[in-house]
């Protein structure tokens, strides 16, 4: 019985054997040769590392591609066409310190067949110096998912963001979604947020934030939304009523930062020590925070006063004006007669002129006054067009539960 046994056992074993053999093309069935069974070869930077050697490294601060090369046994002349052929494609000039790097060499002699840079997560250039010279700017695959952020804010956004472990440029997007509803200056202990945005992915790994589809903030027992939505003509957030939330002007001129001095016709100015009005509202950032315009407009001053340190002017319209004083430097391009859009960069902050420490006075003129902003009931942006809103209402309908629920669900087509 026990021999019957044995034989049958033996049956099935060589059976199995003749299944795998065929299912994997093994040519001998010994036990060595199925021991010996390799997987598919893995690659990097489309190299397969069965027959090339990756040398991964940090470009550093005054590398020189050509040296590099020519230390690492790629002749002058190879080098000098590799140059050549670079200006069409991706220049060497464009290399930057601190970024990743690698030399591909072919396995067993050692040569170097390729030099790749990685500009940035999304993207890596070959250039070839083998047999053939050439340079290729390879695309990696992207993959874009829906996430879901929420919070509660404990002291600041910059903890809330922290604990709830997300990426703080979300604080950002958030902000210009919902910036005119919304008073960042002035969070309080306990509100509650919810972001509903795009998570780019190479490789299984985070690489970027791509568009916030939907915000919600609740303070004070308010609660407000913002809805993310382009069509072929425009794209911006609107309310759950297709009312834009971006204004014609922006609150303030710095993100991140806090009121330190309000607008008031008689202040005591901690320079001068006596007290006179303050026509302006101080924001406190850090030095070299970016300032930005507040709103489309046309320069009209670059300057700079022994009060007002560095200085700049706009016109917006035949009814309002802005200032930005004490800037630590000018942005570049920003001069007299040049047209600027909303959140263009126009300088950064500083304390030049009469000022104790880093911030920007913000004053704003109303028909030649100067007027405090913060109580102004500033013009609407255009609405919505009544042609759009059938298409902004499906947006919605999809955006609105995931913002109150926190459930991400499947887009819903196009009708």
């Not at 074993?13 to 021991?35: E, M, N, R, V």
């Not at 009814?319 to 000018?330: A, I, N, S």
Request: net charge neutral; charged share 20%.
């Amino acid at each position: 019985m026990a021999w019957r046994k044995l034989g049958v056992l033996a049956f099935f074993s060589a059976g199995l054997l003749i299944y795998i053999s065929h299912k994997f093309k093994i040519s001998d069935t010994s036990a060595a040769s199925f021991a010996s069974f390799d997987l598919a070869p893995s690659f990097k930077f489309g190299f397969n590392l069965d027959s090339f050697n990756v040398e991964e490294f940090t470009i550093s601060p005054g590398l020189v591609l050509g040296e590099l090369l020519a230390n690492s046994g790629v002749s002058y002349p190879v080098i000098d066409e590799l140059v050549r052929v670079a200006k069409d494609q991706y220049s060497i000039r464009k290399l930057r310190a601190g970024k990743n790097c690698a030399l591909v060499r072919r396995a067993g002699h050692g040569a170097v067949e390729c030099f790749v840079y990685e500009p940035d997560p999304f993207s890596y250039i070959r250039y070839h110096v083998g047999d053939t010279i050439a340079v290729e700017v390879v695309k990696r695959e992207v993959e874009t998912c829906t996430e879901i952020s929420s919070g509660t804010i404990s002291s600041t956004l910059w903890a809330a963001m922290d604990e709830s472990g997300h990426a703080y440029e979300l604080i950002d997007m958030m902000e210009d979604a919902l910036a005119w509803a919304v008073d960042f200056h002035h969070v309080q202990k306990n509100d509650d947020f919810r972001l509903i945005y795009e998570q780019k992915y190479v490789h299984g790994e985070p690489v970027g934030i791509g568009k916030l589809l939907g915000a919600y903030y609740r303070t004070e027992g308010k609660e407000y939304y913002s809805i993310w939505y382009e069509s072929g003509n425009y794209s911006g957030f609107y309310d759950l009523h297709a009312r834009p939330m971006k204004r014609a002007f922006l609150k303030a001129p710095v993100k991140y930062s806090r009121i330190s001095s309000r607008y008031s016709n008689n202040r005591f100015h901690p320079v001068l020590k006596r007290y006179k009005g303050h026509f302006g509202t101080d924001y406190a950032a850090p030095y070299g925070t970016p300032i930005v315009a507040v709103a489309d407009g046309i320069i009209m001053k670059v300057g700079y006063t022994g009060g007002n340190g560095n200085y700049v002017k706009i016109r917006h319209d035949d009814v309002y004006e802005t200032q930005y004083l004490h800037m630590q430097k000018f942005a570049a391009g920003i001069k007299p007669g040049a047209h600027i859009s909303q959140n263009h960069v126009i300088g950064y902050v500083g304390s030049t002129g009469l000022a104790t420490g880093p911030h920007v006075c913000f004053r704003f003129w109303k028909r030649g006054k100067q007027v405090d902003h913060l109580r102004e009931n500033l013009p609407n942006p255009e609405p919505m067009p009544s042609a759009d809103i059938p298409d902004f209402e499906r947006v919605k309908a999809q955006i609105l539960p995931q913002l109150q629920n926190g459930i991400v669900t499947p887009p819903r087509p196009r009708p």
